[in-house]
C-alpha cells in the first residue's frame, strides 16, 4: 500500500512542475520571430516602440538602437538600423525559413535563419540570450556587418 502512494505522488509530481522548470526553446522563439515576414505585403515585427524592442532584444542591443533612433529623429537623419535586421533588408517578401540551432550552452545559443527574399537565398545568424523573460538577440550577423558593429565608433 505504501509504495502504491509513493508510485501516485511520483507520477502527480511530474504533473504539477511548474512551467518555468522547462527552459524555453531558441529555435521556437526565432521561428515565431520569422513568421512574422512570411508571404506578400506582410508587415514583419513593429520594431518602432522601446516596448516592442525588448520584446526581441537584450536589454543592451535595444538601449543601443533606442538610443541611435532618438538621435536621428531629433538631428532630422535616417537611423543607422535604416532597414528591418532580421530580413537584411527594407523590402521583404520571405519564403522558405529555416532556422537552426549550431550551439546552445546553457543561457547562449547561436541560431542561424536561412531564407528567400525574393527568390536570393538570405543567411542571418543571431547571437542569443536567456534572460528572465526568455530568449533575447543579442546582435545579428549579416554578411556584410553586425548589429551591433552599426553602432561602434569609427576607428
Excluded: C, H
Excluded at 518555468?20 to 526553446?25: V, Y
Excluded at 505585403?41 to 532618438?70: H, M, V
Excluded at 525559413?97 to 545559443?109: K, L, N, Y
Amino acid at each position: 500500500m505504501r509504495r502504491g502512494w509513493l508510485a501516485a505522488l511520483a507520477a502527480i509530481s511530474l504533473f504539477v512542475l511548474p512551467a518555468q522548470a522547462q527552459k524555453p526553446e531558441p529555435k521556437a522563439f526565432v521561428e515565431a520571430i520569422y513568421k512574422t515576414y512570411l508571404g506578400k505585403n506582410t508587415p514583419g515585427l513593429d520594431l518602432s516602440t522601446r516596448a516592442a524592442l525588448d520584446l526581441y532584444f537584450t536589454a543592451s542591443l535595444a538601449d543601443l538602437i533606442e538610443k541611435d533612433a532618438k538621435e536621428a529623429e531629433k538631428l532630422q537623419e535616417a537611423p543607422l538600423l535604416n532597414g528591418d535586421p532580421f530580413v537584411d533588408g527594407q523590402d521583404w517578401e520571405i519564403t522558405d525559413p529555416v532556422v537552426t540551432i549550431q550551439e546552445s550552452a546553457g543561457d547562449r545559443a547561436t541560431a542561424t535563419a536561412t531564407f528567400k527574399n525574393f527568390g536570393k537565398t538570405v543567411t542571418v545568424r543571431l547571437a542569443l540570450v536567456l534572460t528572465p523573460n526568455g530568449w533575447r538577440v543579442d546582435d545579428i550577423f549579416w554578411s556584410e556587418g553586425n548589429l551591433r558593429g552599426l553602432y561602434k565608433p569609427p576607428q
